[in-house]
């Protein structure tokens, strides 16, 4: 390796590896692996669209989620998460609706341990979180008190905790969490407790190699989420038409500039398991884009 291949892979490996001032590859459905460098911000604007339905009903849900994350030092790194929903309940007699602000979150990643060798990195962090009830969670329409799935927020402190690990080389990139999301109980209801698996795998699809200046770069993304939910409760009693095991298998895209990162992906669910009439995910689309400053 030599002239401008030497100069090109020492320009990728300040881009991909050193993690404190630039933008690389990351997962699209967790944002728990976002990098962020010591005394910089990342900030990630993503618009997401689903659609869930049981036997009667159809409930469709658009979000807007601004995620800012700020890294400290070189170990740990802020975030802080607001989101703006609209969602709306199809019925047969009728249709329902709600906007606005929902449940703010804020959590901590502090990277646990690391191994950094030529071309590849292994990273190692522990998650810990807690969601805010912030959104209103008393929203009412001619009908009465909407149904909690219209609300905006829980109305609870809910918190949260996730190990996650990233490894990355020249060309790709894996990431890798599991958590565990305990939701409390607001107004006689409590969504069920959440445990979630989530990988993502990032692959360089062009340039396939590296042969000069390239404006940016173009990544295939496979994502797998899978999520258990216990049952809700409401006034203390198990919802029977809630909760169970859902795993969307979810390719995507990623085009990374120097400071610049434009994403899109698809979640279809491969595997629905869930408990009586409970919605059924359908399909959620998400778009956006992240910029470090």
Do not use: C
Request: glycine share 10%; proline share 4%.
């Amino acid at each position: 390796m030599n002239g401008i291949h030497k100069i090109m892979v020492t320009l990728l490996l300040v881009l991909s590896f050193s993690l404190f001032n630039n933008v690389i590859a990351a997962p699209i459905t967790f944002n728990t692996a976002l990098p962020v460098s010591e005394g910089s911000f990342v900030f990630r604007q993503q618009l997401r669209w689903s659609r869930s339905s049981n036997q009667s009903q159809t409930l469709r849900s658009a979000a807007a989620i601004s995620i800012l994350g700020y890294g400290v030092n070189s170990k740990l790194a802020l975030f802080g998460v607001l989101p703006y929903v609209d969602n709306r309940l199809e019925q047969p007699n009728s249709d329902r609706d709600n906007q606005g602000i929902a449940d703010v979150t804020g959590f901590a990643r502090y990277t646990l341990w690391k191994h950094d060798r030529q071309g590849q990195t292994l990273r190692l962090g522990g998650v810990a979180g807690l969601t805010a009830p912030t959104g209103d969670d008393n929203s009412r329409d001619s009908a009465g008190r909407l149904p909690p799935p219209l609300q905006n927020g829980s109305g609870a402190w809910d918190s949260f905790g996730a190990l996650v690990a990233t490894y990355q080389t020249l060309n790709s990139q894996i990431s890798g969490q599991i958590s565990y999301r305990n939701n409390r109980q607001a107004n006689g209801f409590e969504i069920g407790d959440e445990t979630r698996l989530d990988l993502s795998w990032q692959q360089r699809i062009w340039p396939k190699k590296l042969s000069g200046a390239v404006p940016g770069f173009l990544y295939g993304v496979l994502e797998l989420n899978a999520l258990h939910q216990d049952r809700n409760r409401n006034n203390g009693q198990n919802n029977s038409n809630s909760g169970g095991n859902t795993i969307w298998l979810s390719p995507g895209v990623q085009y990374v500039t120097r400071r610049w990162v434009f994403e899109a992906i698809i979640q279809t669910p491969i595997v629905q398991n869930l408990n009586g009439n409970a919605f059924e995910n359908d399909l959620i689309i998400t778009t956006g884009f992240r910029r470090n400053f």
